[in-house]
């Protein structure tokens, strides 16, 4: 494990870079800023390295950025309803950062915060952070301390397990929200990756993004991933859905139970010849295909990220869980742990 020092925050902590390799020459960077994953080098059909993740060249643009590019997302990944939520008979009122919701944690979610970083070499490289988030941040109830490892294998997984506590009863819901661009040349969409997701159905939302608390099931639909298909294929299709999301933005919700870890989702790209396998224990996966990058984010290289440069697939709970009782529930009551385990695995074809 080597570290570096990255950057400085505006009120002088370091933040450090922590880079992990294994013994394919798969690499992977890591800053203790939001936990955020900056550089993840796989190799393309013919071994070629090439960066498949969306970021900045420096912390600057981690600190100012509005994408969540590589962060890990929290209290709550996805949308609140109006930032409300009752929980014991008592109402909350989070910070609403999206316009009249509550998106990503608020206005300084887990992506903005300074992380404690423990790098340990076990038989794989692994690093693990550790950020303990207040009583009151943003509004959520209970002091909480949420731990994440990112674990790199010889297979080339990045393993990424979570485990959270909380001191009065609240509600937890991370994700790991990195911007996939399998190509590697971040001047070309991802139109062209060609998805799979496990699953027969999604959560339908409304105008706002939030669930309308249906299941609805994807037959018929431009949402029915459950052969692979590129993603541009039906992205412009006339559906209410698309019309909401300006795109894919939406939950799936994958086959099988929640809580053993199950594949999920396998993105490819047909020119690199890379495919990454998405394996988790969430209840749902968001797939969003990177609609609102508008060219206003200068990434790495001073490349001005177009729209649908980058995909997601955030691994978590259902948006809007905690007003919508007939969904997985997110509350973690103190005694219990809160634990997540998700993979990202690299091959290719
Ligand atoms: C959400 C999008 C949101 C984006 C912010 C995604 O997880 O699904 O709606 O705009 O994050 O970068």
Same mark, same amino acid.
Request: aromatic letters at 8%; zero cysteines; hydrophobic letters at 35%.
């Given at each position: 494990m080597k570290t570096t020092v990255f950057g400085k925050l505006p009120d002088g902590r370091?933040?450090?870079?922590?880079?992990?390799?294994?013994?394919?020459?798969?690499?992977?960077?890591?800053?203790?800023?939001?936990?955020?994953?900056?550089?993840?080098?796989?190799?393309?059909r013919n071994g070629k390295m090439d960066d498949v993740v969306l970021g900045y060249d420096s912390l600057e643009g981690y600190v100012q950025g509005t994408a969540y590019f590589g962060a890990i997302v929290g209290r709550y990944g996805n949308r609140i309803a109006k930032g409300k939520f009752q929980l014991d008979g008592k109402e909350y009122q989070l910070t609403v950062n999206d316009g009249e919701n509550h998106l990503h944690g608020g206005r300084t979610g887990f992506n903005k915060v300074l992380?404690?970083?423990?790098?340990?070499?076990? *038989? #794989?490289? *692994?690093?693990?952070?550790?950020?303990?988030?207040?009583?009151?941040? #943003?509004? !959520?109830?209970?002091?909480?301390?949420?731990? /994440?490892? !990112?674990?790199?294998?010889?297979?080339? #997984?990045?393993?990424?397990? !979570?485990?959270?506590?909380?001191?009065?009863?609240?509600?937890?819901?991370?994700?790991?929200? *990195?911007?996939?661009?399998?190509?590697?040349?971040?001047?070309?969409?991802?139109?062209?990756?060609?998805?799979?997701?496990?699953?027969?159905?999604?959560?339908? /939302?409304?105008?706002?993004?939030?669930?309308?608390?249906?299941?609805?099931?994807?037959?018929?639909?431009?949402?029915?991933?459950? /052969?692979?298909?590129?993603?541009?294929?039906?992205? #412009?299709?006339?559906?209410?859905?698309?019309a909401f999301g300006k795109g894919y933005d939406h939950n799936w919700v994958p086959r099988g139970a929640a809580g053993k870890v199950r594949k999920a989702a396998e993105l490819f790209d047909p020119a690199s010849g890379r495919l990454m396998t998405v394996l988790t224990d969430q209840p749902g996966i968001q797939f969003y295909s990177g609609n609102f990058l508008d060219g206003s984010a200068k990434g790495k290289g001073g490349i001005a990220y177009q729209r649908r440069t980058g995909l997601c697939l955030e691994a978590q709970a259902f948006p809007d869980t905690p007003?919508?009782?007939?969904?997985? *529930?997110?509350?973690l009551r103190p005694g219990q742990v809160y634990r997540q385990t998700t993979i990202y695995r690299f091959s290719t074809r």
């Open positions: 370091e933040v450090h870079r922590y880079l992990m390799a294994n013994k394919a020459g798969v690499r992977v960077e890591i800053i203790d800023y939001g936990a955020t994953i900056t550089s993840l080098r796989v190799p393309d992380w404690d970083a423990n790098p340990a070499v076990s *038989s #794989e490289p *692994s690093l693990e952070m550790q950020y303990v988030s207040r009583e009151g941040e #943003e509004g !959520y109830p209970g002091t909480v301390t949420l731990k /994440v490892r !990112y674990e790199l294998t010889d297979a080339n #997984e990045l393993r990424i397990e !979570y485990e959270g506590a909380t001191e009065r009863p609240t509600i937890l819901n991370p994700t790991q929200h *990195s911007y996939f661009n399998l190509s590697g040349d971040f001047t070309k969409t991802i139109l062209g990756h060609q998805l799979m997701i496990e699953s027969d159905s999604i959560t339908p /939302v409304d105008q706002g993004l939030i669930p309308t608390g249906q299941i609805l099931n994807v037959e018929n639909t431009p949402l029915d991933f459950r /052969v692979p298909t590129a993603i541009g294929a039906r992205i #412009e299709d006339p559906d209410p859905q698309l007003n919508k009782p007939q969904f997985p *529930s997110v509350t």
